[in-house]
Nanobody, 118 residues
């Protein structure tokens, strides 16, 4: 059974930083691209970023490029999303997903809430 467990969300002031983590189990982690998806209140899911299986290639939505960094540690079956210069519009539930290269993947965790507010 695929399990994806996000952590690291919270309340942060505009301009601040957060790092999200996602622990994965139930599949061969290193063989899959992994992604992050977010969903703001009242809106549909938005693809944010993805990283390939061995971590050598990454891609970002235009809205976060240059401020967010995705990474992974295959030895720990964990993937990360470092978020800098956060803006209020980044407020959303953030989900890690199995697969999802520049598209919203269906297989996602339960999410972690990020709130950017002063």
């Amino acid at each position: 059974e695929v399990q994806l467990v996000e952590s690291g969300g919270g309340l942060v002031q505009p301009g601040g930083s957060l790092t999200l983590s996602c622990a994965a189990s139930g599949f061969t982690f290193s063989k899959y691209a992994m992604s992050w998806v977010r969903q703001a209140p009242g809106k549909g899911p938005e693809w944010v970023s993805a990283i390939n299986g061995d971590g050598t290639s990454t891609t970002y939505a235009d809205s976060v490029r240059g401020r967010f960094t995705i990474s992974r540690d295959n030895a720990k079956n964990t993937r990360y999303l470092q978020m800098n210069s956060l803006r209020p519009k980044a407020t959303a539930e953030y989900y890690c997903a199995k697969g999802g290269w520049r598209q919203v993947a269906a297989e996602r965790g339960r999410g972690t809430q990020v709130t950017v507010s002063s």
